[in-house]
């Protein structure tokens, strides 16, 4: 199974920076649909959009639409829950009675599970009892199916960043590794929000945090020939190796 990912497209109609991350969110498009093997589905990590305008997820919409395979995307700190679901509606949902968009997909070799850790007291990630214990049932269901995890914020410390730990506390996390705990089907789990390439772990579980699509939010080192051009990864799972996973740039636009 291969899964394209991308992150933090921050799809903006208002900045000046809003038709570049346009083209970059373009760009991406179609050098995955370019790829000699197809992935078998895209997953978002979030902030889709930047402001969370209806205007802005039709714009998305229109350009992911050309997409040759499936897309699957995860809320954001700068996404609206109902916009994003009613744009990209996906899975079985697993807390319908409540605004939490979260959700599964058992339609792949690897079943998938979107979270949800958005926080109603800013931008930084909670996990509350609620999304735990929906975690948590969905985990029990069938141990036997490896199974992966995409969210936004990531779980782990950073350092280099300007926020080292990217949840509003401690407790949130621990209720998600508690969830976690005792399910060694789960393989990895995959992140945006940091905009940059980093690791770590949550319960034994790997975890990456990718840079953003959108270049002008990007933060880290890079090398020369990266810098310039949309970012995305690449993750292949194999029964026994698990995944392995790298990150590409977009092909030269003059190639396309």
Known sequence: MIIAQISDTHIDLDC????????????CVADINRLDVLPDVVIHTGDVVHNGKPEEYREV???????????????GNRDDRATLRATF????????DTPFAQYRVEDYPVRLIALD???????????????????RAVL?????????????HPPFDIPESDFPFQFDSRDAVAL?????????????????????????TISGVEISSMPSVAIDRRLGDYP???????????????KGDGFVSETRACSDQSTM
Request: proline residues 6%; aromatic residues 6%.
């Open 16 to 27: 000046p920076e809003g038709a570049a991350r346009i083209r970059e969110l373009e760009w």
């Open 61 to 75: 919409a229109r350009i992911v639409g050309e997409l040759r395979c499936p897309l699957l995307v995860a809320a």
């Open 89 to 96: 509606p996906a899975g079985h949902d697993l807390l319908p």
């Open 117 to 135: 850790t958005l926080s109603d007291n800013g931008n930084q990630g909670d996990f509350c009892a609620v999304r735990a214990d929906s975690l």
């Open 140 to 152: 029990a269901e069938d141990t036997d199916k490896p199974t992966a995890i995409f969210m936004h």
């Open 176 to 200: 998600m590794s508690g969830a976690l705990d005792g399910h060694g089907h789960v393989v990895r789990a995959f992140c945006g929000h940091s905009h940059r390439d980093v690791s770590g």
């Open 224 to 238: 020369e020939a990266q810098r310039a051009r949309p970012l995305y990864r690449l993750h292949q799972f194999t």
